[in-house]
């Protein structure tokens, strides 16, 4: 923490000096010619390009939260079927998985069919929470008992 803030400090001692040195009633020129001094002044101290580094340290750290949390969405049960489950179950028919044709009778309760979700299985991946929150696996629960095979 104490790193953090030293820089920020020699930023802005950089900044009041240069501005200091200049004349009390600048022309435009002069002035931009401050700014100029000041502008290059502050980027050559190291102070100052480590606290750059850290904001974009910060930034990145941000992004990769905010990627792991775009595995979910709030998505419908069938969005979250074709996303998920389609490619092994293709249309809950048997592909790289079985067909879900016995998952009613397999897992009577939601229970624990949420838990075989989860979990996984031999093959089958299980899925968590920052794949699939907990309002989505509602939802597709509810898609999947809805599911009709004919025949
Ligand atoms: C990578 C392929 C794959 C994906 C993706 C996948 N599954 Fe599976 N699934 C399998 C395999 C393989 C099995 C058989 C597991 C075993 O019994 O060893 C299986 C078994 C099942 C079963 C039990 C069926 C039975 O009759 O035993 C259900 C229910 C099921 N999957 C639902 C889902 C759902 C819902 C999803 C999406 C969240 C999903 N699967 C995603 C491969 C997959």
Redesign the pocket.
């Not at 790289?96 to 998952?103: I, N, Q």
């Not at 299985?121 to 991946?125: A, I, L, T, V, Y």
């Given at each position: 923490m104490s790193n953090r803030f030293r820089p920020d400090a020699a930023c802005s001692v950089a900044s009041q000096k240069g501005g200091a040195g200049r004349s009390p009633r600048p022309t435009a020129g002069l002035f931009f010619l401050a700014l100029l001094a000041m502008f290059t002044g502050s980027s050559a101290l190291s102070g100052c390009v480590m606290s750059e580094e850290m904001k974009r340290i910060d930034q990145v750290k941000k992004a990769q939260r905010e990627r792991a949390m775009e595995g979910s969405t709030n998505l419908t049960g069938e969005q979250?079927?074709i996303r998920?489950?389609n490619?092994?179950?293709p249309s809950a028919k048997a592909g790289?998985?079985?067909?879900?044709?016995?998952?009613n009778a397999?897992?009577p309760e939601d229970q624990a069919?949420k838990q075989?979700?989860r979990k996984g299985?031999?093959?089958?991946?299980g899925?968590s929470v920052e794949r699939?929150n907990n309002d989505e696996l509602d939802n597709?629960i509810t898609y999947?008992r809805a599911l009709e095979f004919s025949k």
């Open positions: 979250i079927f998920s489950c490619t092994c179950h790289m998985g079985p067909s879900l044709e016995a998952m397999k897992f069919l075989f979700i299985k031999g093959m089958m991946p899925q699939i597709l999947l």
